[in-house]
């Protein structure tokens, strides 16, 4: 009976060391996903306050339009008010396109860190219920402590975690 009490009490002994061990990174990615969602929004409403400015501008432009091409108007006039519209539309569009790029990348990150945070608890029960072997552990390990990607930077290959980490962190949990 003590010997089954005493492996019971190491058990949890050990669980507990690895709920301790998984509780700040928990907590962190809560605050990261309350942060980028924040970020999220606020680039939102930028690129939707931008929209309206190139659309309000595009309104006006449209208006304007018969007063900046004329038909009486020297070929060069022509060529250099194209090329200052051209520019004008292409830096704003730019922009536009930047902010939305920003919005969605803080989005993203937000989603990722709430994936984070779930299975960083989903774990913990795993571990629990005695349903996790040694190879799944490392594979949840590499998930949960791996880069994340942006989304800002095409083709960007983030290094892969190697498949020691559960040696690295039965050390780390031994000391």
């Keep these: 009976y003590f010997n089954e009490k005493e492996k019971r009490c190491n058990e949890l002994e ?14 962190y990615w809560e605050e990261l996903e ?8 606020w680039w939102f409403i930028a690129s939707c306050i931008i929209a309206a400015a190139i659309m309000g501008g595009l309104v006006v432009l449209l208006i304007k339009l018969p007063d900046v091409f004329t038909k009486d108007a020297h070929w060069f006039d ?5 090329a ?21 990348s803080s989005l993203h990150l937000a989603r990722d860190a709430k994936e984070r945070n779930m299975l960083t608890y989903f774990y913990l029960s795993l571990i629990k219920e005695k349903a996790v072997t040694e190879k ?9 402590f791996s880069r994340s990607d ?3 930077l095409k083709n960007d290959s983030t290094p892969v975690m190697s498949g020691n980490v559960s040696e690295l962190v039965q050390v780390m949990t031994n000391n």
């Design 136 to 144: 799944e552990r490392a594979l949840i390990i590499n998930s949960l």
């Design 34 to 41: 309350i942060n980028y969602r924040k970020s999220g929004k």
């Design 78 to 82: 022509l060529v250099k008010n194209s």
């Design 84 to 104: 200052i519209i051209t520019v004008i539309a292409s830096v704003a569009i730019y922009i536009l396109r930047t902010t939305m790029k920003m919005a969605m």
């Design 150 to 152: 942006t989304g800002l």
């Design 14 to 27: 050990l669980l507990y060391g690895e709920k301790l061990h998984l509780e700040k990174p928990a907590q």
